[in-house]
């Protein structure tokens, strides 16, 4: 995991998250608990650190609730209003 391939994990983590029995707003802490699982199993580096600031200062966070809006339709994007 490093910076550039973070919104392929984030796409697997929550597709993964998806199929358990956890649903809610539980659903996004259980998947940036794994995020965050994977981040510190990394060797401490630059990279490292950049994942985690990125974790607590709330943008994957808010990458992962963009997603979600996006595919419950929240967005305006592609429509005709």
């Known amino acids: 995991i490093k910076p550039t391939t973070l919104s392929i ?6 597709e ?4 358990t029995p956890v ?12 995020i965050s699982d994977l981040v510190n199993e990394l060797e401490d580096g630059d990279e490292k650190t ?3 600031n990125m974790i607590d200062n709330g943008s994957i966070k808010d ?6 809006d996006a595919s ?6 592609n429509k005709i209003v």
């Open 50 to 52: 950049l994942l985690i």
């Open 16 to 19: 993964v998250v998806e199929n």
């Open 63 to 68: 990458t992962i609730e963009l997603v979600v």
């Open 72 to 77: 419950n339709g929240n967005l305006k994007i």
């Open 9 to 14: 994990i984030i796409k697997h983590v929550m």
């Open 23 to 34: 649903k809610g707003k539980n659903q996004l802490n259980y998947a940036i608990l794994i």
